[in-house]
């Protein structure tokens, strides 16, 4: 008899908690995912943030800390900085992710969340705008070009040569003995991040990313071609950019080649960063905050 009574008392109990959360609340469960981790930090309205190729959440940490009053929901790619690569072990990565974010934002039951990816992340961004555009409220990208055969392959290029030379790149990333990939991760590192301090945890994310899952990544990267979906785009889009040193062209040419890449986006603010590497957010912190700031609006 105290037994059915304590458990009656339980009952009522539960019943008065679930009457009292938000329905979302009471029957929300934890996100449940083989291609991505998510943790949320703050409070607030809802951004989503997705780190690049081989990135962390750390690569946001001093945008978070200076900018509080949100509630961030940090992404974590699996395969990459030391998470077990799960879903991601064989196929695609980026869009597979970015169908995942969907998802994500949906049964978390955010409703249209700022969305801000650097470099991968800024892909991923894109293909969630295209293909779930009421997922999102806006985007950001960071650094990231629709197209990165162009780069690779030069501009025109057909299909097939582009994907011979992402064929070539992958196969370049998996035959590197261990003393290569670590010098040459070092080389392309120093090459994204002017910022001396901020480049041992970069390499150490990339170092305890998975080879498997990084360079099919990179190739799906490179002969992905998103300027044909870039109309589908209805959300308002931020782009910002930097010019490599490895890419010697007058400004002015650089500049173009961006805004006709991006001109079929039917709400786009173009700013070009300048004195940073690819990691806008450590080599212009202060800039980046701003534009950040700007870009979401007041908490």
Known sequence: ????????????????????????????APFESSRISVRTEGSGPDVVLI?????????????????????????????????????????????????????????????????????????????????????LSKLMVVDMYPYLGTFFAGPGAPPEKVEAVANATMAGIRSATPEQRAANTSATIAGMVNTESMRAGAIADSAASDLDVSSRAYRELIVTNLIPELPKITKPVTVLYVQPKSVPIPAEQFDYVYK?????????????????????MWDQPQRFQNEVKAFLGAP
Not at 3 to 25: E, Q, Y
Not at 260 to 271: D, E, N
């Open 51 to 135: 780190p690049g190729l081989n990135s962390s959440p750390r690569a946001w940490a001093s945008t978070v800390a200076a900018l509080p009053g949100y509630r961030y929901h940090l992404v974590q790619v699996s395969g990459f900085a030391g998470q077990p690569a799960g879903g991601n072990r064989e196929g695609n990565v980026a869009a597979p992710v970015a169908d995942e974010i969907a998802r994500y934002i949906k049964e978390a039951g955010l409703k249209q969340p700022a969305v801000i990816g650097h470099s991968m992340g800024g892909t991923m961004g894109m293909m969630l705008a295209a293909r779930h555009p009421d997922a």
């Open 260 to 280: 006709s890449a991006y001109a079929p986006v039917k709400s786009l603010t173009l700013k070009r960063i300048p004195d940073s590497a690819h990691f806008i």
């Open 1 to 28: 008899m105290r037994h059915t009574l304590l458990s009656r008392r339980s009952l009522l109990a539960a019943a008065a908690c679930a009457a009292i959360l938000p329905l979302s609340d009471a029957l929300a």
